[in-house]
């Protein structure tokens, strides 16, 4: 991989642990790129953040479940409320919106909409697994130096639709159209995995650390 990945930056970045899986990809990619960056499941921890990763895998009913006993939940919506950057990937893009069909819980609502299930269609499998492009992404910062329709990683069953269209900043196709990633504010979140994705995956996460919301 290219050392021009290595992303110097003063972000100290909080990833959190609400025991959702994927922490150690995530690790190690932004150890990568050469992030100062911390892993906690402690709510008082990421005042000292400048930016939060919210990643994850999983059943969203669950996850919804540790951030609300831990108190994960409010301090995530206190960190986007301070206006500091927030990105949330996989699960983790699905639990910023307002409410996910899976299990029909109500998630952290800093993007409005809903996340849905994939319909069954023949010839496609649920869950969504593999290699994938992300088209009309390239008007966004995270996706700075990224062609346009490069691939990612994706394995999901539901994804997101934001209220307003204004909301997704990058398609994809998997028997439908759908939102791959979204943004609003300091909040972005994608559906793949960057941290699974290879160079074009590693740029996306150096573009955030020098995103400046808003």
Not at 53 to 68: S, Y
Not at 134 to 142: F, I, Q, R, T
Not at 146 to 159: A, G, L, N, T
Not at 185 to 201: I, L, M, T, W, Y
Request: proline letters at 5%.
């Amino acid at each position: 991989m290219s050392t021009s990945l290595k992303t110097k930056t003063a972000a100290r970045v909080g990833i959190v642990d609400y025991r959702a899986g994927n922490l150690r990809s995530v690790e190690t990619a932004f150890r990568y790129i050469g992030s100062d960056f911390f892993i906690s499941g402690q709510p008082e921890d990421f005042r000292s953040a400048s930016h939060l990763v919210f990643p994850g895998v999983g059943d969203a009913g669950a996850a919804m479940r540790v951030l609300k006993e831990t108190g994960l939940g409010q301090a995530i919506r206190e960190f986007y409320t301070s206006g500091k950057p927030v990105l949330g990937i996989c699960l983790g893009c699905q639990i910023v919106l307002s409410r996910s069909e899976e299990g029909n819980v109500e998630c952290l609502d800093l993007i409005r909409g809903t996340v849905v299930r994939f319909p069954e269609r023949p010839g496609f499998k649920v869950p969504h697994m593999g290699w994938n492009q992300v088209k009309d992404a390239s008007g966004h910062p995270l996706f700075d130096g990224i062609p346009e329709r490069s691939s990612f990683y994706f394995v999901h069953s539901y994804y997101p639709v934001p209220e307003s269209t204004a909301d997704c900043i990058g398609e994809t196709e998997y028997g439908v159209t759908f939102a791959s990633a979204i943004c609003r504010d300091n909040c972005a979140a994608v559906q793949f995995h960057p941290e699974k994705s290879g160079e074009r995956g590693l740029r996306l996460l150096g573009n955030f650390l020098k995103w400046k919301a808003g």
